[in-house]
C-alpha cells in the first residue's frame, strides 16, 4: 500500500504562486514516476504534470508549461508542484499520484494510487 498526502492548496489571486506537496508512504517511492492531476467543478480529471522515477524526465500539460514545475526529492519521498502565474482557470482540486511504472505517464489508468487531493482556487 502506499499512502499519498497532498498539501499546499490555498486560496491566492491571479498572478499568485503556489507549491504544493504530496508526501508518500508505505511501499517504496523512489521508484515510480509520479503524476499531478486536477480537477474542477463539473469537469473530468486532467493531467497537469509528470516526473520520471530519478527526476530527471519531466512533461506538462499544455496549458500549465512555462508555468508549474514538477520536481520531487526521493529522500523525502516527496513531490513538489511549484504553479507561478495561477490563473483563475487554474482553479480546481489537485491530485498527486503514483505511477505503475518508472517512466513519464499522462493518462489516468498509467497511476495506480492517488492522494485525497487539495483545493487551490485562483481569484481574478
Known amino acids: 500500500q502506499v499512502q499519498l498526502v497532498e498539501s499546499g492548496g490555498g486560496l491566492v489571486q491571479a498572478g499568485g504562486s503556489l507549491r504544493l506537496s504530496c508526501a508518500a508512504s508505505?511501499?517504496?517511492?523512489?521508484?515510480?514516476?509520479m503524476g499531478w492531476f486536477r480537477q474542477a467543478p463539473g469537469k473530468e480529471r486532467e493531467f497537469v504534470a509528470a516526473?520520471?522515477?530519478?527526476?530527471?524526465?519531466?512533461t506538462y500539460a499544455d496549458s500549465v508549461k512555462g508555468r508549474f514545475t514538477i520536481s520531487r526529492d526521493n529522500a523525502k519521498s516527496t513531490v513538489y508542484l511549484q504553479m507561478n502565474s495561477l490563473k483563475p482557470e487554474d482553479t480546481a482540486v489537485y491530485y498527486c499520484?503514483?505511477?505503475?511504472?518508472?517512466?513519464?505517464?499522462?493518462?489516468?489508468?498509467?497511476?495506480?494510487?492517488w492522494g485525497q487531493g487539495t483545493q487551490v482556487t485562483v481569484s481574478s
Open positions: 499520484a503514483r505511477a505503475r511504472g518508472i517512466g513519464i505517464y499522462t493518462t489516468r489508468p498509467s497511476y495506480d494510487y
Open positions: 516526473i520520471n522515477w530519478t527526476g530527471g524526465g519531466t
Open positions: 508505505g511501499r517504496t517511492f523512489s521508484n515510480a514516476g
